[in-house]
């Protein structure tokens, strides 16, 4: 009988079970996450070579002009080593790890969410999904303050696959936040994108700057792409505690100079 109890536990039935309980589902990325797992032995007792938590999220890729969308893991996260779980007993304990500071916003139809998981060799790998709202990074949040300030409004919030552009952090895909204008920058531009890079020093940003075509060579720039600028900006720790308004004065100088 203890044979049959193993083989169905090595297909998922009557197998140990994994649930990660955090302590909190709203942070800001970067922000250290706390919480108790808990792990529930099956009808037979289990080798579990470790304890992961993975920090998940989805981004959009083209392929054949065909839009499909790809998880990706953005840190993973040792939290057990090598144990037995005995059947039918019950481990909890509590562990802690820090999201990246470059955790996607949560907004638009972008999801994050921590991946828990037992790694049992030849067999089904229990897997516990826990959905996360982040809210922007602190440096990030001063700069979209101090574009708020400026008179843009969010259109559109995507993650992209975008290699070269991700790479900075070690990523495929980047996070981009479209802006348009509402008053201050309206018929001067047609929109302002941002890629948010923050670090514990500050935040750098990648500008593109569209602007709004005139005529017909503005036409032809418009048709070609060439009325688009790319543009970085850095913002260290000190200029960010500033205040929203001094970024909002260094971004506008900037935007202003490519438009």
Not at 65 to 74: R, Y
Not at 153 to 162: D, F, G, K, L, P
Request: aromatic share 10%; charged share 25%.
């Amino acid at each position: 009988m203890s044979m049959f109890k193993r083989m169905l536990a090595s297909v998922g039935i009557g197998a140990a079970q994994v649930d990660l309980m955090l302590h909190e589902d709203e942070v800001q990325a970067g922000d250290t996450l706390s919480g108790i797992v808990r792990i529930q032995g099956g009808r037979v007792a289990q080798q579990v070579d470790d304890v992961y938590a993975f920090v998940m999220t989805r981004y959009v890729k083209e392929h054949n002009d065909t839009k499909i969308e790809e998880e990706a893991p953005l840190a993973k996260f040792l939290l057990a080593g090598k144990f037995t779980v005995e059947a039918e007993q019950v481990y909890e304990f509590p562990v802690s790890f820090q999201l990246p500071a470059n955790t996607p916003v949560t907004m638009g139809r972008t999801p994050v969410w921590i991946q828990t998981g037992l790694e049992i060799k030849e067999a089904i790998d229990p897997k516990d999904r826990d959905q996360l709202q982040v809210n922007p990074h602190p440096y990030a949040a001063v700069v979209l303050e101090a574009v708020r300030q400026l008179g843009f409004r969010i259109r559109e919030v995507t993650c992209q696959y975008a290699p070269q552009y991700g790479r900075i952090s070690g990523l495929s895909f980047v996070q981009e936040f479209e802006f348009i204008p509402t008053s201050e920058f309206l018929g001067q531009l047609d929109e302002l994108e941002i890629v948010f890079y923050p670090d514990e020093n500050g935040v750098e940003l990648l500008l593109q700057i569209d602007r709004k075509s005139r005529g017909l060579s503005g036409l032809f720039s418009e048709a070609f792409d060439t009325d688009e600028r790319y543009v970085k900006l850095r913002f260290d720790r000190n200029q960010l505690a500033s205040g929203a308004g001094y970024v909002a004065d260094q971004l506008a100088d900037t935007v202003r100079r490519y438009i």
